[in-house]
């Protein structure tokens, strides 16, 4: 991760082997190996991860070999959707849409989760980079659902491809 300016309470980050960059909220960073394997005990766990500075936030990251252009990111997202409301029927907050973001088409949906403590919300979406699929998620308490979708939806506007630099 290449942190660079700071822009009134964010900063800017690159990720994914430099491919793009975002804004995220200031004091986001990778957490520790510790705090990554507590959350995400799988064995396959996301490329990129960043959180604010209680762990109650975190967004990742994931390049996928699969191929997505822009008129695809809404079945796309739609998939995924299908496979959540199996997996959590009634979960879903907010639909599968559509959205431009700051390197195209966006597609993402919202959904709740109970948790130990307090129940989870959580944004999964979809973006094309370089013809491939990137799938993130941004995880949160469920309470603060509708800020932290603004939050989302700045941090999507927010995003750069990073073209290859020819030397």
């Not at 064995?43 to 252009?69: G, V």
């Not at 959590?88 to 959205?99: D, G, L, M, T």
């Not at 370089?130 to 469920?142: I, Q, T, V």
Request: hydrophobic share 40%; charged share 25%.
């Amino acid at each position: 991760m290449e942190v660079q300016a700071m822009e009134n309470e964010w900063q800017r980050i690159s990720c994914l082997g430099d491919q793009i960059s975002l804004m995220l909220p200031f004091g986001w960073a990778r957490p520790s190996d510790e705090v990554t394997e507590k959350k995400f005990p799988y064995h396959s766990k996301p490329q990129e991860i960043f959180a604010d500075d209680s762990i109650s936030r975190l967004m990742t990251f994931n390049m996928l070999e699969k191929q997505l252009q822009n008129q695809q990111v809404y079945p796309a997202i739609r998939e995924i959707q299908k496979v959540i409301v199996h997996m959590y029927p009634e979960s879903v907050r907010e639909p599968a849409r559509k959205i431009a973001s700051g390197i195209g088409e966006a597609a993402y949906f919202s959904y709740i989760t109970g948790g130990v403590k307090e129940d989870c919300g959580h944004i999964m979406f979809v973006v094309p980079v370089h013809e491939k699929m990137m799938l993130g998620s941004y995880h949160f308490p469920a309470a603060q659902l509708d800020g932290e979708r603004e939050v989302f939806l700045e941090i999507l506007q927010s995003m750069q491809i990073r073209e290859a630099i020819e030397g």
